[in-house]
């Protein structure tokens, strides 16, 4: 029971459905998903957290940059109910929007322009 409240509450919020959306797309580091979503980096750092501990996103380090990927949830139930969002997600137009968006995102440009 507890696993499954933690993948509910995962999908509570809207900007962690967005990052589910874009992890589903293709891996990404916290400054892309910042960048895609307007949000600073500590707000991505604390939905990826959330995300991590419902078992959907997983990290692995890539020289300077720690990359984010979605996982499939431990338990059967979120795996359908992973699925199930991931094809609702694909019509609202606000994700549509940002997954238009992530090819133009790049890393390499976002550390550029840092101070």
């Keep these: 029971m507890r696993e499954f409240t933690k ?3 995962a999908f509570s919020d809207p900007n962690r459905v967005k990052i589910i959306a874009m992890l589903n797309e293709k891996s990404m580091c916290v400054c892309e998903l910042r960048a895609a979503l307007e949000l600073s980096q500590p707000a991505v750092s604390s939905h990826l957290k959330v995300l991590d501990e419902a078992g959907l996103v ?10 984010y990927h979605l996982t499939p949830p431990p338990l059967a139930n979120g795996r359908k109910l992973l699925e199930q969002l ?7 137009p606000e994700i549509r929007k940002i997954l238009t968006m992530l ?3 790049h890393r390499e440009c976002i550390s550029r322009k840092q101070p």
């Design 7 to 9: 993948i509910m509450k």
């Design 103 to 105: 090819p133009t995102i």
């Design 58 to 67: 997983r990290s692995e380090k890539d020289g300077l940059w720690v990359n």
């Design 86 to 92: 991931l094809e609702a997600f694909s019509r609202e």
